[in-house]
C-alpha cells in the first residue's frame, strides 16, 4: 500500500530514530512548514477555559473554535459515502508529511488540534473503524510511543468522524484529567473485577463516566480480557458497541474502556438558545469537554456538565448489570 502514494508523503528521517523521536521531528516540521498545522496550533493560546472540581476530580470545558469540523461532522451513511475520505493516503492535503509507524499504519499531525501535540494514525488502507481486529495494533503503537502520550480510540458511533477509516489518535499526557487522576478515581470509586499475576480489570462506577480499566504488562491477557469485556458489551448487538478508549504505556499498559449508550446528548439536535454543538469523544471523557462554539461555552455550568454525561454514559444500573457479567 505504501508504494500507491502518489507523492513524498513520508518525512526524511534517520531510520534509526525511535517513533517518539519520528514525532517530534515530524511535529516540527509540520508547525513551521505547513501553514494549516501552524495557524492550528497558534490558535491553542486563544482556548478559552473553565474549571469545575468536584469531590475528588476535576473537569475542564474547552472553548476551541477550529474543533468545529469534528464536532459537527455527518456521520450517516449518505454522508459518509458523498465525501471523500480525509484519512485515505491519496487525499491528504500536499503540505501533509507523515512518518511510518509500521506496514499498517502512519502517523500523522492532526491540523485542528486539541492537545499541545495532537496526531492522527490512520490504517494505510481504507477499512472501518472498528477495534476488535485492531486491539493488538492500539496496544503496540502506545508502546512505541511511551509514556509520553495518551493513545485513544473512538468509536464509529461516539466520536469518530470518521467511521469509514480505521484510525487512532494520540496526545501528549497530562492533557486529559484521568491521566493523572486515575489512580485517585479506583481507589475512590473502583470494584475489582479480576486480579490475577497477568492483569487487573476494575469497574469504576457511581462516577461522573463510569469506565472498566484494565492494566498489565503482557499483551495477550490484556487482549484475552479486552475481548471478554468487548463480547459481554456486545451482546444482542449486530454492530460494535459503543465505546471510547484511551490506552497508555508506562513500563505496563493501562487500558480506560467508557461504554457508551449515546453519541450525543439532546443539546446537540435542540435549535436556537437550547442548542449546544457538543460531541462527547474519547477527550471529553477523559475530562476536558470540548465546545467549538463561544455561545456554547459560555452558558455551560457544572449541571450541564453533569447532565451531558449522564445522557452519554453508562447509568450506574447499567454499570452494576455489566460488572455481574464480568465477574469470573
Not at 452558558?299 to 451531558?308: C, P, R, Y
Request: glycine share 4%.
Amino acid at each position: 500500500m505504501f508504494d500507491e502514494v502518489k507523492r513524498n508523503l513520508y518525512l526524511e528521517t534517520d531510520e534509526s530514530l525511535t517513533l517518539d523521536k519520528k514525532t517530534n521531528l515530524l511535529f516540527e516540521q509540520q508547525t513551521e512548514n505547513w501553514q494549516l498545522a501552524k495557524n492550528g496550533y497558534s490558535s491553542l493560546k486563544l482556548v478559552g477555559k473553565k474549571i469545575f472540581e468536584f469531590d475528588d476530580f476535576i473537569i475542564e470545558a474547552h472553548y476551541n473554535p477550529g474543533r468545529i469540523v469534528s464536532s459537527s461532522a455527518k456521520v450517516d451513511e449518505k454522508s459518509i459515502k458523498e465525501r471523500p475520505c480525509f484519512l485515505c493516503i491519496n487525499n491528504l492535503p500536499e503540505d501533509q508529511k507523515a512518518v511510518k509507524i509500521d506496514d499498517k499504519y502512519i502517523l500523522l499531525v492532526n491540523p485542528f488540534p486539541i492537545f499541545d501535540k495532537h496526531f492522527t494514525i490512520p490504517h494505510v488502507q481504507h477499512i472501518p473503524q472498528t477495534i476488535k481486529e485492531n486491539f493488538k495494533s492500539l496496544l503496540a503503537i502506545s508502546e512505541k510511543l511511551n509514556k509520553d502520550f495518551s493513545i485513544f480510540y473512538n468509536g464509529p458511533k461516539c466520536g469518530a468522524s470518521a467511521p469509514d477509516h480505521l484510525h487512532f489518535q494520540a496526545g501528549n499526557f497530562g492533557f486529559m484529567r484521568i491521566d493523572n487522576e486515575f489512580y485517585s478515581i479506583l481507589n475512590k470509586y473502583g470494584k475489582l473485577i479480576n486480579d490475577s499475576n497477568e492483569y487487573t480489570t476494575t469497574a469504576v462506577t457511581n462516577y461522573l463516566r463510569n469506565f472498566i480499566s484494565i492494566e498489565s504488562n503482557e499483551i495477550k491477557p490484556l487482549t484475552n480480557e479486552f475481548m471478554r469485556i468487548y463480547d459481554i458489551l456486545s451482546e444482542g448487538l449486530n454492530d460494535e458497541p459503543m465505546l471510547n478508549i484511551i490506552c497508555t504505556y508506562n513500563n505496563f499498559w493501562k487500558v480506560i474502556i467508557f461504554p457508551r449508550k449515546k453519541h450525543r446528548p439532546t443539546y446537540f439536535f435542540e435549535e436556537g438558545e437550547n442548542k449546544i454543538l457538543i460531541s462527547p469523544a474519547a477527550v471529553d471523557m477523559g475530562g476536558v469537554l470540548i465546545f467549538p462554539r463561544e455561545e456554547d461555552f459560555n452558558k455551560i455550568d457544572k449541571e450541564t456538565v453533569i447532565d451531558i454525561y449522564s445522557q452519554v454514559t453508562f447509568s450506574n444500573d447499567e454499570m452494576s448489570n455489566l460488572i455481574k457479567k464480568l465477574k469470573v
